[in-house]
Structures are given as structure tokens and as C-alpha cells.
């Protein structure tokens, strides 16, 4: 159907809106596991680029099943 062939902007996920650049979210440290609160700083191929900002703002690319 044409319905997918328009443009995507910048502020728009085709696959899951619920969280946007800048959002502050509970993401799932790879570390361990366990949830802490970050900010998205970049969202590309439905992998979220989340800053730790409790641990010296280290960054890390995630799926939205790891975000709350």
C-alpha cells in the first residue's frame, strides 16, 4: 500500500513512537540487567543510543524492549 512509502521525519518512529530523542526513560543497563534512569539521545534502525545519566553519563544502543 502507498501509506508506507511516505517520508518518515526525524520525530517520528514507523515501528514504535512511545519513546523520542530526549525522553528520559528507564533503560536496562547491559551490564546487569538492572533498570536505571537515562535520556535517548539518538534513535537509528529501532536501536535507541540511551545516556546513563546517574553514571557519568555513559552511553550505550538498546532495543525498545529494553526501555520503560
Not at 12 to 37: C, I, Q, W
Request: hydrophobic share 30%.
Amino acid at each position: 500500500s502507498s501509506a508506507t512509502e511516505r517520508p518518515i521525519s526525524l520525530h517520528e518512529k514507523e515501528s514504535d513512537s512511545k519513546f523520542k530523542v530526549g525522553a528520559t526513560v528507564m533503560a536496562k543497563y547491559s551490564g546487569d540487567g538492572k533498570p536505571y534512569r537515562a535520556v535517548i539521545d539518538d534513535i537509528q534502525n529501532d536501536k535507541y543510543l540511551v545516556r546513563y545519566v546517574d553514571f557519568g553519563n555513559e552511553t550505550e544502543w538498546l532495543k525498545a524492549a529494553d526501555l520503560n
